[in-house]
């Protein structure tokens, strides 16, 4: 029996985990049944940490405790200007961390934007263990087409701290095209402009696809 490889979207707003079975590609459901799983994590007044739907939920009664789309403090240092543009806007406390790097200041507990996708890969993970009855060690993972080599090398961290082995890195608009390509197939050249209007980024990738071959 083959092994399980997870394809996981981790989104700025919205993740979700999907398996491929040879024929069809399935998003799971954590217990609740929900496909789709907040990027948000919190930190409870009594340390807990929360990740998801639960972050989600007390984000308005707890906004110092809560923080989402920390996908863009991926290899951000603390410094840089995006980062204290941030600062003046969130509720939260955004700190210097180690080497500098940009972290969070949740209800005094400090979390790297590394443990925060780690955390929410681990959340993904375990639902899928729990979908598909048996350990899941394998993932492929997107991430913004427009992140760099620190921003993939964080992902890839987290991804490990997460459980998983990080089989490889897709631009979230190349995942798309491949997706779509596959039915073109036997169609002669194709060119496919795919557009990813997501929570965080908007891109768009050229996909030109004959045969087997794809170039983006």
């Given at each position: 029996m083959s092994e399980t490889i997870l394809g996981i979207d981790l989104g700025t707003t919205s993740s979700c985990v999907s398996v491929y079975d040879g024929k069809r590609v399935t998003?799971?459901?954590?217990?609740?049944?929900?496909?789709?799983?907040?990027?948000?994590?919190?930190?409870?007044?009594?340390?807990?940490?929360?990740?998801?739907?639960?972050?989600?939920?007390?984000?308005?009664t707890n906004p110092r405790g809560t923080i989402s789309a920390f996908k863009r403090l991926m290899g951000q240092t603390w410094e840089s200007q995006a980062i204290q543009t941030l600062r003046q806007r969130v509720p939260y406390g955004i700190v210097r961390g180690v080497q500098g790097q940009a972290s969070v200041n949740l209800n005094e507990r400090t979390l790297t934007p590394i443990e925060l996708s780690a955390n929410l890969l681990r959340t993904l993970r375990e639902a899928a263990a729990v979908q598909s009855g048996s350990a899941v060690r394998k993932a492929v993972i997107t991430v913004?087409?427009?992140?760099?080599?620190?921003?993939?090398?964080?992902?890839?961290?987290?991804?490990?701290?997460?459980?998983?082995?990080?089989?490889?890195?897709?631009?979230?608009?190349?995942?798309?095209?491949?997706?779509?390509?596959?039915?073109?197939?036997?169609?002669?050249?194709?060119?496919?402009?795919?557009?990813?209007?997501?929570?965080?980024?908007?891109?768009?990738?050229?996909?030109?696809?004959?045969?087997?071959?794809?170039?983006?």
């Open positions: 998003v799971l459901a954590d217990d609740k049944g929900y496909r789709i799983t907040p990027s948000c994590v919190g930190v409870t007044e009594d340390k807990r940490l929360l990740v998801g739907h639960p972050a989600r939920q007390q984000a308005v913004p087409a427009h992140f760099n080599e620190v921003q993939r090398q964080a992902t890839i961290l987290a991804t490990r701290m997460a459980g998983l082995e990080p089989l490889r890195l897709l631009n979230e608009p190349t995942a798309a095209a491949l997706a779509y390509g596959t039915s073109l197939r036997g169609a002669g050249r194709r060119i496919v402009a795919v557009y990813d209007l997501g929570g965080g980024t908007f891109d768009v990738t050229l996909l030109a696809v004959e045969g087997d071959v794809y170039e983006v």
